[in-house]
């Protein structure tokens, strides 16, 4: 489909594998430079120069694939165990019917984890539920501008100029908006190079690793103003889309609890469980699949560009130098994929297929997170968290099913009072269920 003098949607996962290939000849659109979460330089997530990408790419990933000193698992395992005290203390309903907006607190979990992650200190936003450096705020109003300029060139353009940047740029020293969140990654990064023993891995984090694979202090600059922004955002719109239709169908939900409570009874779940065992769980992998179809991390964007002499996609001539935007909506909901019934969340898709069905379902839902050389780094960490969030100790149930949240949708989900009523599992289940 045409969407622009020069930009074509499409939904086809063939065609998806065909552009993102690791073999591929397609390089990314100016359209990535819209997404400088730092405007003055690129981070692996903007570049769009192919051969400095794969360079940076190659230099970070370890640090993403659980590789090094960066122990991912510790990590989520320390700020899920701060999430659980924060329900059980503050929002287990007695006679108040106290009631958690999952959606806020998930998010306070996510700039923590990926803080603490990033540069071996979380902001402590989850625990005093408070947005400590404004970063949500900053969030939620960047977005809908962001979301909106990138789409049209002319606008795009002009916005990340070296005229308009220079005139009205966000700056390290401003007291609010994107100026203050990039004056804190700064003084960060800024914080560890001046430390005396650089090469020790004293934190254990991402910042630790960049520095040994030998980034520069700038070049730590622009890829933790990225992760904060992309890992944390990401994430949280899966886990809220995966809550959401979980607790919407309760014979799904009925399921997946009995499945955990078999395998706490046979000794086969830790407290909190590992990423190794959630993976034998085939319910729980089906549940977070289903989910994350039905809800993705972004709606479209991250266009590529058609290489030189032009290509064929679906039968047509496409001429060198348009942009191809993905439909990640409508790919996830293609009933030529998923089946008929591709609108309605129903996890015993991935489980009623053979073998080689099931393995072509979950690789095109893996495509929320990019294929080939443009898979998303922290693709690692989003499953990680994923296998772990829905854990053990809570029952959750929507507060208002009429309304159960608000959803704006640009290139990606912004989403807020998303309000539930919890309460603690009784004596003879509390060791069976998922919930957080």
């Not at 090094?68 to 924060?86: C, H, T, W």
């Not at 902001?123 to 300029?149: K, N, Q």
């Not at 991402?206 to 694979?213: G, H, N, R």
């Not at 993976?279 to 089906?286: N, S, T, V």
Request: overall charge neutral; glycine content about 8%.
């Amino acid at each position: 489909m045409r969407i622009g003098p020069n930009e074509v949607l499409v939904y086809n996962p063939e065609i998806l594998w065909h552009i993102n290939g690791v073999r591929s000849t397609y390089g990314r659109s100016n359209w990535y430079a819209s997404i400088k979460f730092d405007p003055y330089g690129h981070s692996v997530l903007s570049k769009s120069n192919t051969a400095r990408h794969d360079q940076r790419k190659a230099r970070i990933r370890g640090s993403y694939a659980r590789k090094g000193n960066v122990n991912l698992e510790q990590k989520v395992d320390s700020q899920l165990a701060i999430l659980i005290d924060v329900i059980g203390s503050k929002y287990v309903s007695k006679r108040d019917r106290a009631t958690l907006d999952f959606g806020r607190l998930i998010r306070y979990f996510q700039v923590d984890l990926v803080t603490l992650v990033g540069s071996g200190e979380p902001w402590g936003d989850l625990a005093a539920e408070t947005d400590h450096f404004d970063f949500i705020s900053i969030a939620d109003s960047f977005v809908p501008f962001l979301h909106s300029f990138m789409m049209i060139p002319l606008f795009r353009d002009f916005f990340v100029s070296d005229f308009f940047l220079g005139l009205a740029g966000p700056k390290p020293t401003d007291e609010k908006g994107m100026g203050k969140f990039l004056g804190i990654i700064k003084g960060v990064v800024e914080k560890r190079f001046n430390e005396t023993s650089k090469r020790s891995s004293r934190q254990g984090d991402m910042l630790d690793e960049w520095i040994k694979s030998g980034l520069s202090q700038r070049e730590c600059e622009l890829e933790l103003a990225a992760q904060v922004p992309a890992g944390s955002e990401t994430s949280t719109t899966a886990i809220r889309g995966i809550m959401l239709h979980l607790l919407s169908a309760p014979n799904v939900y009925g399921k997946l609890q009995e499945e955990i409570a078999t395998g706490i009874r046979q000794g086969s779940i830790s407290d909190p469980i590992t990423q190794e065992e959630a993976k034998r769980f085939p319910y729980l992998q089906a549940v977070l699949h289903e989910g994350l179809r039905m809800v993705p991390p972004a709606i479209t964007g991250f266009p590529k560009k058609v290489p030189v002499g032009g290509d064929t996609i679906g039968g047509k001539p496409i001429p060198e130098g348009t942009d191809i935007f993905v439909n990640l909506w409508s790919m996830l909901r293609n009933e030529e994929v998923f089946g008929e019934d591709a609108d309605v969340f129903r996890p015993e898709r991935f489980l009623e297929c053979d073998e080689a069905e099931k393995a072509y379902l979950i690789k095109v839902v893996d495509l929320a997170f990019g294929h080939g050389r443009w898979m998303c780094p922290g693709k690692t960490l989003a499953w990680l968290e994923l296998n772990k969030a829905f854990f053990r100790n809570f029952d959750f149930q929507i507060l208002n099913p009429e309304s159960p949240w608000r959803c704006r949708g640009y290139s990606s989900f912004l989403i807020d009072d998303f309000r539930v009523v919890v309460t603690k599992k009784s004596a003879d289940t509390h060791e069976s269920s998922s919930g957080s």
